[in-house]
């Protein structure tokens, strides 16, 4: 069996929704299990309504609106969901009453897209002559712990899912919901926002799937941001490692985590376009063909905070490092990329509020400044480090498109090479090492 993702965008309307079922028509052979988003914009639709009910104002009916015109599109009974829509109109009348939202009742809000989605588009199949049905995943054994917005399956949901799943009537497709859970108590709960990827990861895992494809709307991972590099191109093969890079500087395609489910079981993840089904995409498995070129491809992460600390006390002082670093986890820091002399370690984050706490604190071995609006950029390749004069390459054509390096890191033997340069020369840089890396790269 495969499991096939469809994100917000793909599962948007009637027009994106019919393309879906032709994708899965497609792969009807392969036993698929479709996991799917709620329709695009739904989800930030519920968020919103959740917030604006705690502040005592009840905007239900906007979000519902736009469920039911997706319904109504796709020639649903508007009977189909009204049972649901009722449901979130006492819960925001809930919390309306008590103006208080906590990430339990955040959850159980945002919960309602998924539901409301695989119910209209199994609807949709099904008439179609595709027989499918909607499915709420904890129906089908996967449960949570009780970590509202980031919850993640307890040991042992695989076999209870590969018990439920195989209790399935035969011949027909299960349309199963994405980005939500339930605790073994009962209570509604949600692995993250844009987590329906994560879901796919985790239900292929515990299936044994084939394979998990994720259908959005890029053809692939690509070797830039098209946006910035118009000769960007699809990435056919990579590793999960430069994925996983990739995904936690990129942002834009998946989220590291979503991997880390498919790299433990060994299943090929695909990274599909709904848009292009024709195309390929890409291929993201422990082992990916040789890739002949050092660079896999180039991503990049703006608006980030340097932290920087100049102390002469580090000079032959041991444990100097180790202070600073503890000084940053107890203040909750999320540190990304580090360097360090004698004398300075320059660190980026992106939370202001818990870097200034830290920094007031590290002022005490010696002084900080904290510069803003940064970005970290990645080269990311397999072979990265056997490339000589790789660096040359990179810094002097950074050098000629008049671009100042702030920060350089690159580990023993590691498969990405980090930058730090400003925002503003973010798409230059990209572009440049775009040409340099990929169009006049000699292999
Ligand atoms: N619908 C959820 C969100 O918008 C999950 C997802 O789309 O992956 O965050
Ligand atoms: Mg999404």
Redesign the pocket.
């Known amino acids: 069996m495969i499991v096939m993702k469809f994100?917000?965008s793909s599962v948007a309307d009637r027009a994106q929704i019919e393309k879906v079922l032709g994708i899965v028509r497609a792969h009807a052979n392969h036993a698929p299990l479709v996991v799917c988003?709620a329709h695009k914009g739904v989800t930030d639709g519920l968020v919103k309504a959740a917030r604006e009910a705690a502040k005592g104002r009840l905007e239900v009916e906007t979000v519902i609106a736009k469920q039911l015109g997706v319904a109504r599109e796709l020639g649903c009974d508007d009977a189909l969901l009204a049972p649901l829509f009722d449901d979130l109109r006492s819960l925001l009348r809930g919390v309306q009453l008590v103006r208080e939202l906590s990430a339990r009742s955040l959850d159980y809000v945002s919960s309602f897209g998924e539901r409301w989605s695989t119910r209209v588009i199994a609807d949709l199949f099904s008439r179609s002559g595709l027989p499918a049905d909607a499915h709420d995943v904890w129906d089908l054994g996967f449960v949570t712990d009780a970590s509202f917005g980031q919850a993640r399956p307890v040991p042992g949901y695989e076999q209870q899912m590969r018990d439920a799943v195989a209790r399935l009537p035969a011949g027909r497709v299960p349309i199963v919901t994405g980005f939500i859970g339930k605790t073994a108590d009962g209570e509604i709960t949600t692995v993250g926002r844009?987590g329906?990827d994560l879901t796919a990861t985790l239900v292929g895992a515990a299936l044994g799937a084939a394979e998990v494809q994720i259908w959005s709307d890029t053809d692939g991972v690509m070797t830039a941001d098209p946006r910035l590099v118009r000769s960007a191109r699809n990435i056919p093969d990579m590793r999960f490692d430069e994925a996983a890079e990739l995904a936690y500087f990129g942002s834009r395609m998946l989220h590291p985590a979503t991997l880390l489910p498919a790299m433990a079981a060994k299943i090929p993840v695909r990274v599909l376009n709904t848009n292009r089904p024709e195309h390929a995409g890409t291929v993201i498995r422990g082992e990916a063909a040789p890739n002949p070129s050092p660079v896999t491809s180039i991503a990049y992460k703006e608006r980030q905070l340097v932290l920087t600390l100049c102390s002469t006390r580090m000079f032959g002082e041991v444990g100097f490092l180790g202070r600073v670093f503890e000084t940053c986890a107890r203040h909750g820091v999320e540190v990304d990329m580090v360097t360090t002399s004698e004398v300075t370690v320059s660190l980026t984050a992106n939370d202001r509020p818990s870097l200034e706490r830290a920094a007031d604190e590290l002022a005490a071995l010696g002084s900080v400044r904290i510069d803003e609006g940064r970005s970290i950029l990645v080269i990311v390749g397999q072979h990265l480090a056997e490339r000589p004069g790789l660096g040359a390459e990179v810094f002097g054509a950074i050098a000629e498109a008049g671009v100042n390096v702030e920060m350089i890191s690159h580990a023993f033997g590691a498969i990405n090479l980090s930058l730090v340069v400003r925002d503003a020369d973010v798409s230059r840089t990209v572009a440049v090492l775009h040409r340099v890396l990929f169009e006049e790269a000699r292999a």
Do not use: E, I, Q
Request: charged fraction near 0%.
């Open positions: 994100g917000g988003s844009n329906s």
